[in-house]
């Protein structure tokens, strides 16, 4: 059946050249049960391994069924085991973290058998070895003469002609040796046995032939029994059965399930890198969420045709020369355009929702979302920012129809000034507009004017301004603390930074009171008259020209536009830097995570080198191995999903995370995450394949790698 001509192999070590095997010449048939004898280090392993395509060889030929097999492959190799041998190893090889049944299932699984097939003839196999008792006990629970059963019912579930034993007893006391070795007799039937052995006489009993080895060579070679006769055939098949798709995801599953200590530390890790993998998002469509006007929050309303006029030194304006220019529409003193004022909706109501509007006369460009435009005085249309109309905190539709008021400024009290009709949205707008039916009232006006008098600051002589908060009181005075007393103390307001007036106020000192506070008559509030222009919106097809125009007049000319356009060049800019950096981030965590997750998954070599002596071939084990871990990140994608919404829906309590995640983000996430995982699984099983079978399957590159 196998044939050796003139077989020698070496090891190469680090340079050092040692034999393993010289010119062996050896016929082993079907029906023999062969055992293997010499010193240890003799080579009984290294002959045994050569036979089994454990090893390769290096000089010599091997035959089997007449075939020549020096041709072998890695594939051919793990081919040939699958379909021809079974292993007894003395350390036991089976996967702990299995139970018996799972064990012995897998040589049926891979044998492209289904669940349920495979189950059923491993519990029947099961029982003939004597272990019925301990079918769902896991690896690590089974004495060592119960572990040795498992590996033969395994091999009896190959069915393989060739079992090859190497020190099968070895660990075990010898009356439990000695049930081992019947057993294998019981098995053995017509299959080519080789036992490897240094205590021959536990195997005296049963075997046919002695063979024994010293310094790689054969030195005896006895046979002791007549063999069975066996047909001999000439075929050898190194075709790949077929391992049914769904067993793939199954032994990857059980792979996760069976190791739950490391799967939670895996998934601990995985956690960590989605997690982070979150906030890199999150931070990146925060970004990309602020559009524009970051550069001017004074400047709200961003329309194409727009432009506001001012001058540096705080004077008026000269209506004159703003008239020589071609305009659709004039807007004066335009800072009521720019100013936000909070209003409420339905003041009357228990739950007034607040909102903080700009007011404008003109007709901003804006798309319907329900409603009609005012028809009446103290009607209202609200143009909403385009990236409020799909989620916000807060339901816009709610407040058409109701009663608005504008809060007073320092005071829970709200104006009355009318109703909301219809609701918009417009790209234009940075805040909420609020447009009337014609001219926006006095009152109205009058309430801009006294939420903008906060712009207020004093500037003590020869040293720093100070900022002054607002008192609603039934006097005027500016209270400084004690230490200003005596000093000169000027007192600057404006309006909107546009328009500067004087105001008269007592002066009085209080050690009680660390900042500076401007107490003001609420009944009598000093308001500056405005009967000049100091700030002015024109609308204009020509805005090039009309801003050459005025600026040559001195005027200083602000187009919010603009300003629009260089926000959204430099939010992109900043947008790409963060995409790269969460790109270095994400190639960082890979190495980080891969080291990490590599020790855990080393320590898993030993079951992958069991199924791979079981004969899976690389790319089968691949999958198992990508299943795996794709399956671990995939669950530690999800938990992380799961945390990071519940932490941030009670973190913020502004925006929601409808606002940034969306369907197509939230699947980005999970491909990236999967991605990810993917190329940690491909590294691992790439260093799978750096070392030979026998080193994997005894557990060795845990230690030495
Ligand atoms: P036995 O099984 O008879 O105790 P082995 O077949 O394991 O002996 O080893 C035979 C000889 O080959 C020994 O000298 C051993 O040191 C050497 N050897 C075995 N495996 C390797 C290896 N992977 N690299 C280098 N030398 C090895
Ligand atoms: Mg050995």
New binding site residues.
């Given amino acids: 059946m196998i044939e050796l001509k003139n077989v020698s192999k070496y090891?190469?070590?680090n340079g050092v050249v040692?034999?393993?095997l010289r010119n062996i010449n050896l016929k082993l048939n079907q029906g023999e049960i062969v055992a293997i004898t010499?010193?240890?280090?003799?080579?009984?392993?290294?002959?045994?391994?050569v036979i089994t395509a454990v090893d390769t060889y290096e000089e010599g030929e091997i035959y089997f069924e007449g075939n020549e097999t020096s041709y072998f492959n890695q594939n051919d190799m793990d081919t040939f085991r699958k379909n021809y041998v079974s292993f007894i190893f003395q350390n036991y090889n089976i996967i702990d973290s299995y139970t018996v049944l799972e064990n012995v299932m897998l040589p049926l699984l891979l044998a492209g058998k289904n669940h349920e097939e495979a189950r059923k003839e491993a519990k029947e196999i099961i029982d003939k070895v004597g272990l019925s008792k301990r079918i769902k006990h896991k690896g690590t629970k089974l004495s060592g003469g119960e572990k040795q059963r498992c590996v033969i019912a395994r091999a009896l579930a190959s069915d393989s002609m060739i079992l090859a034993c190497?020190?099968p007893t070895g660990n075990l006391d010898s009356q439990t040796g000695e049930e081992i070795i019947r057993l294998i007799q019981e098995v053995a039937k017509d299959k080519l046995v080789l036992i490897?052995t240094?205590n021959y006489n536990q195997v005296s009993s049963i075997a046919t032939r002695r063979i024994k080895?010293a310094d790689?060579e054969v030195v005896e070679d006895i046979h002791l029994q007549e063999q069975q006769e066996v047909e001999e055939n000439n075929t050898m098949s190194l075709e790949e059965r077929k391992v049914k798709k769904s067993t793939y995801l199954k032994l990857a599953l059980q792979n996760v399930l069976s190791t739950p200590k490391k799967t939670i530390f895996s998934i601990t890790v995985f956690m960590v890198i989605s997690f982070i993998t979150l906030i890199l998002f999150l931070m990146m469509l925060e970004r990309s969420y602020e559009t524009y006007s970051d550069a001017n929050h004074n400047y709200n309303l961003q329309a194409e045709d727009r432009m506001i006029v001012y001058r540096m030194d705080h004077q008026a304006l000269d209506e004159e020369i703003l008239n020589k220019v071609k305009y659709d529409e004039i807007y004066y003193n335009a800072f009521y355009e720019e100013t936000k004022l909070t209003i409420a909706c339905d003041p009357q109501g228990n739950y007034p929702i607040s909102l903080d509007v700009c007011f404008s006369e003109h007709k901003i460009k804006n798309k319907l979302i329900q409603g009609t435009m005012p028809q009446n005085e103290n009607e209202y249309y609200l143009v909403i920012p385009e990236q409020y109309k799909n989620g916000y905190y807060f339901d816009f539709l709610s407040i058409l129809q109701k009663n608005i008021g504008i809060k007073k400024y320092h005071k829970y009290e709200y104006e009355i000034i009318g109703k909301i009709t219809g609701i918009g949205w417009s790209k234009d707008v940075e805040y909420s507009y609020l447009i009337s039916y014609g001219e926006i009232s006095s009152d109205v006006k009058q309430l801009v004017i006294q939420s903008m008098q906060k712009n207020s600051y004093c500037v003590l002589e020869d040293g720093p301004s100070l900022e002054m908060s607002f008192v609603a009181s039934n006097r005027n005075a500016i209270v400084l603390p004690k230490k200003y007393e005596g000093k000169e103390v000027e007192v600057h307001h404006y309006l909107n930074s546009i328009y500067e007036y004087t105001l008269d106020f007592d002066f009085e000192y209080n050690e009680e009171y660390v900042r500076p506070y401007l107490f003001y008559d609420e009944e009598n509030p000093i308001l500056p008259e405005l009967n000049s222009v100091y700030e002015a919106v024109l609308y204009t097809k020509n805005v090039k020209e009309a801003k050459a125009f005025l600026e040559k007049q001195g005027y200083n000319v602000s187009v919010p536009m603009d300003q629009k356009v260089k926000a959204s060049v430099i939010n992109l800019a900043i947008l790409y830097l963060f995409l790269a950096l969460a790109i270095m981030a994400l190639v960082c965590l890979y190495f980080i995570s891969y080291v990490i997750l590599s020790r855990v998954y080393a320590s898993k070599n030993k079951d992958y080198g069991v199924l791979r002596s079981l004969g899976m071939v690389k790319k089968q084990l691949g999958r198992i191995v990508i299943l795996e871990v794709l399956a671990t990140g995939f669950i530690a994608s999800i938990l992380s999903f799961i945390v990071f919404v519940i932490v941030y829906n009670t973190t913020t309590d502004i925006f929601t995370m409808g606002d940034f995640m969306n369907f197509g983000i939230v699947l980005l996430y999970f491909v990236i995450m999967l991605i990810f995982s993917y190329f940690i699984a491909k590294r691992f099983n790439r260093r799978l394949y750096k070392f030979?079978v026998n080193?994997t399957m005894k557990g060795e590159v845990a230690r030495n790698d």
């Fill in positions: 090891y190469t070590n040692t034999l393993g010499g010193d240890s280090g003799s080579g009984k392993s290294t002959l045994l391994n190497d020190e490897v240094h080895i790689g030979s080193t």
